[in-house]
């Protein structure tokens, strides 16, 4: 088994759609490598930022951002920093994955226009800020549009193969599974805190996240998990976390403290206990998914599977599907009513999410000067993850 097949597995992701038999390769490897353009309402593709519109007064300043190698909230926490504006106030259509080159739309109350202009670093650009009248929310757009280099392929793939894959993903699809990014790339254990979170135990939870070890993580990282399951020095453990794993140490610090552990969970950004909650809901979808496939169940294409929740109605659901769900969620101690949760804005009513996800202009070149080398350009529908789509491919 690959390592990433590995992690895959850690976060319930088992199983293909494509029958090709994959050509291997990394992704990802420079950011560069993966670029991602939003697609917006009206169906045009970000590109150079004029896409947006011309300036026409309001209270919102709305943006093209640009960035490289960031998360779209550290990103915007940087230009927060920047301009002095509240992280509060922006509002993006969704979040955009950091290993990559991506660019979104963003808007910001009441923002300065010109200082955004201004800001132009080597991994973050503003493009053509406007003035509008109206914020942008999660879900504000039609999709994404891939640009993806494969590196490093292992066997040639002639033409007619190639474009037997196109058409072939084009009509069947894949497994519309939440990517490895939703819980984590480097240490996928966001869903076991937010298990941890919808049983209450909040102490677990801090240990989870604190004593968790990933091989993908540097030595230095792990050397200080392990001291902290070892029950050594906070104050040394403290000390020695960079600054950048703020999440970490506002845990020790609260421990330090003697604060409770609920207490320290409550002091917590909402958006990323929010995130941990919604990675556990996604890691039973990926669960619920893979098993469905394994057994072939019928007309999965068409289906369109809940994501679990207080107001999920069970007995809708055909009774294999509601079987499973009942089963997963007994064998982590927790019902539906878990995800009313006693934090207010932690409660969870779920939805629901198409089981196969169809890629559209699907356009796959090898490099004849590099013939290990891929291009792949693809586009998919808003919630949708390119990592889930080309693992079909390598």
């Given at each position: ?59 919102y ?82 999709g ?26 084009e ?50 990282i ?40 609920e207490?320290?969970?409550r ?57 499973l ?12 009513k ?57």
């Amino acid at each position: 088994m690959t390592e990433s097949a590995s992690l895959e597995e850690q976060v319930g992701i088992k199983g293909h759609n494509l029958t090709f038999a994959g050509v291997g390769g990394i992704i990802k490897l420079l950011p560069e490598d993966f670029l991602v353009h939003e697609i917006l309402p009206n169906g045009e593709i970000l590109y150079t930022g004029d896409e947006i519109g011309k300036d026409v007064g309001g209270m919102y300043v709305h943006f093209v951002l640009w960035k490289r190698g960031l998360d779209t909230n550290s990103a915007l926490k940087r230009i927060s920093k920047l301009c002095h504006h509240n992280e509060k106030d922006f509002g993006y259509a969704g979040l955009k994955d950091a290993h990559a080159e991506t660019i979104q739309r963003i808007s910001v109350w009441s923002g300065q226009k010109e200082c955004l202009g201004d800001i132009n670093l080597p991994n973050l650009k503003i493009l053509n800020p406007i003035r509008q009248k109206f914020g942008i929310s999660i879900g504000d757009l039609v999709g994404n549009r891939f640009q993806v280099r494969i590196r490093n392929t292992q066997r040639n793939v002639n033409h007619s193969e190639w474009k037997t894959v196109c058409s072939e993903s084009e009509s069947n699809g894949f497994l519309n599974f939440y990517g490895l990014q939703r819980f984590g790339s480097k240490r996928p254990i966001l869903h076991k805190f937010g298990r941890y979170l919808l049983q209450e135990k909040y102490s677990l939870a801090i240990d989870s996240y604190l004593g968790t070890e990933s091989k993908f993580e540097n030595e230095k990282i792990s050397s200080l998990r392990k001291m902290y399951v070892k029950k050594e020095s906070l104050a040394e453990i403290y000390a020695l976390f960079p600054y950048t794993y703020s999440f970490e140490r506002r845990m020790l610090s609260g421990l330090m403290k003697r604060s409770s552990p609920e207490k320290i969970i409550r002091s917590f950004p909402i958006y990323f206990l929010r995130l941990a909650i919604s990675a556990y809901q996604s890691f039973i979808f990926n669960k619920l998914l893979s098993k469905l496939h394994t057994k072939r169940y019928e007309l999965l294409s068409q289906l369109r599977l809940p994501i679990i929740g207080y107001s999920t109605n069970m007995s809708t659901l055909p009774l294999e599907i509601k079987s499973l769900l009942q089963d997963f969620l007994a064998f982590d101690n927790l019902n539906l009513k878990s995800f009313n949760h006693e934090i207010k804005k932690l409660s969870s009513k779920g939805t629901e999410r198409a089981a196969i996800v169809k890629p559209s202009d699907v356009k796959i070149t090898s490099n004849l000067a590099k013939n290990d080398d891929v291009q792949i350009h693809f586009s998919l529908p808003k919630g949708s993850y390119g990592t889930m789509f080309l693992r079909e491919v390598i």
